[in-house]
């Protein structure tokens, strides 16, 4: 079980903005999507303004906010400079703001915006360096991290040269970047986050002991190769190279599954809470999502769209909300009551999460991640408003639910 020193964990009036901005995005990017219509193409900027507030302002949003406080208790030491998380906060918010309006109004804000949200990956990953320095290299968790904050500084690099293209700024194809950009970012960043957060929060919250993390090394591994291996396929303009490094990355996420199964296995808790059904919500939408490539076709653009559907919405989205109503409340009460234990009677964690509200959350965001998938596959634009507007009504309940467990007394 990891512990946690008060010596170590940063204050939590620097780690809530992260939550409270990260959800209310969630909820901007889904109410963006009922503005357009369902026959959705990869070149809509309309929709690839609203896939980067989700992305940006609320997934990236929420596991910087989550590193803020994990990447101390797995060094065992403090930030070097847990100073800088307001402004990266500031940096993130800011550019993702700039990107919606330059996506959805005025296309020169999109290279300022591009830039800004760059400077403030730029930020976390100097200091997520500096903080851990050679440490960074000792375990499965943090050489995760390390190699995600690699990844996340060349594919927002990669994002801004393809926003000075798409503002006019310079004379350039956006879009002949956008294969390696969008596998850098949710491959090399996200997907190596999730692989190495799964080492600490699945055992924590599912009290599981005593299995193997052989599939999280090899998949830590493989994914870094299949990226590099992409990259060197996109520069050479090799078709097989690029279906190697795709299949290194496939393999990759089945070798996590794989350790997520071990995980499982050994879980010790056994209560069907709000936490494990939006991991179950999670994990078969990955597994849907690659089953749509083969289904639909590689090479085919809604097969694309409904893997990104599923992927981003049903399996990143369940995962993050599933984990804020264990996260928070352990944050909150350790900001507040562990000083007092001993000294008053203090709340339970399982008091500070509000059930029924976390159940309609879950429940109306279920059904409509799920509807909007039919919807995606038929062609129907009545179910891909209906699915929004359930989507929409979940995320009210989530936004309402953080700021309830925040404010917790």
């Not at 507040?336 to 959350?361: C, E, I, N, T």
């Not at 929004?388 to 700021?403: A, D, E, H, K, T």
């Amino acid at each position: 079980m990891v512990q946690i020193s008060r010596d170590f964990a940063p204050p939590l009036r620097i780690i809530a903005p992260f939550f409270i901005a990260g959800t209310l995005f969630y909820g901007l990017s889904i109410a963006g999507l009922l503005c357009i219509n369902n026959d959705i193409s990869w070149l809509d900027l309309h929709w690839i303004g609203l896939v980067h507030t989700y992305l940006i302002g609320f997934v990236m949003m929420i596991i910087i906010g989550a590193l803020a406080q994990l990447l101390p208790v797995v060094l065992e030491k403090g930030h070097c400079c847990v100073g800088f998380y307001p402004i990266i906060f500031t940096f993130i918010t800011a550019g993702t703001v700039l990107l919606f309006l330059g996506f959805w109004l005025y296309p020169l804000l999109l290279s300022y915006g591009g830039l800004i949200i760059v400077l403030g990956f730029l930020i976390f990953g100097v200091e997520v360096v500096l903080t851990g320095k050679k440490d960074l290299l000792r375990n499965l968790s943090t050489r995760s991290m390390g190699y995600a904050v690699f990844f996340m500084l060349i594919g927002s690099l990669i994002g801004w040269i393809m926003t000075l293209g798409l503002a006019g700024t310079i004379n350039s194809n956006p879009t002949a970047l956008i294969d390696v950009h969008a596998i850098t970012m949710l491959g090399g960043t996200v997907m190596l986050i999730v692989i190495g957060i799964t080492q600490i929060l699945l055992p924590m919250f599912g009290l599981a002991h005593g299995f193997k993390n052989t599939p999280s090394i090899w998949a830590v591994r493989m994914m870094a190769a299949g990226i590099s291996v992409y990259w060197i396929g996109k520069m050479l303009s090799l078709d097989l190279i690029l279906f190697i490094g795709a299949f290194f990355i496939v393999l990759s996420v089945l070798a996590y599954v794989l350790q997520v199964i071990l995980i499982a296995r050994k879980k010790a808790r056994k209560e069907f809470d709000i936490w494990f059904r939006s991991l179950v919500v999670a994990y078969v939408s990955l597994f849907l999502a690659l089953v749509s490539l083969v289904a639909v076709g590689y090479g085919n653009e809604k097969g694309w769209i409904l893997f990104g559907w599923l992927f981003g919405v049903g399996f990143l989205g369940f995962m993050i909300t599933g984990h804020l109503y264990k996260i928070i409340p352990f944050l909150v009460w350790f900001d507040r009551y562990s000083p007092l234990v001993g000294k008053q009677k203090v709340p339970m964690l399982h008091q500070m999460v509000p059930k029924k509200s976390a159940d309609f959350q879950w429940g109306y965001s279920a059904i409509g991640m799920f509807t909007v998938a039919l919807s995606l596959i038929l062609n129907n634009s009545d179910l891909w408003h209906g699915g929004l507007s359930f989507l929409l009504i979940g995320s009210v309940f989530l936004i309402r639910n953080v700021f309830w467990m925040l404010r917790f007394k």
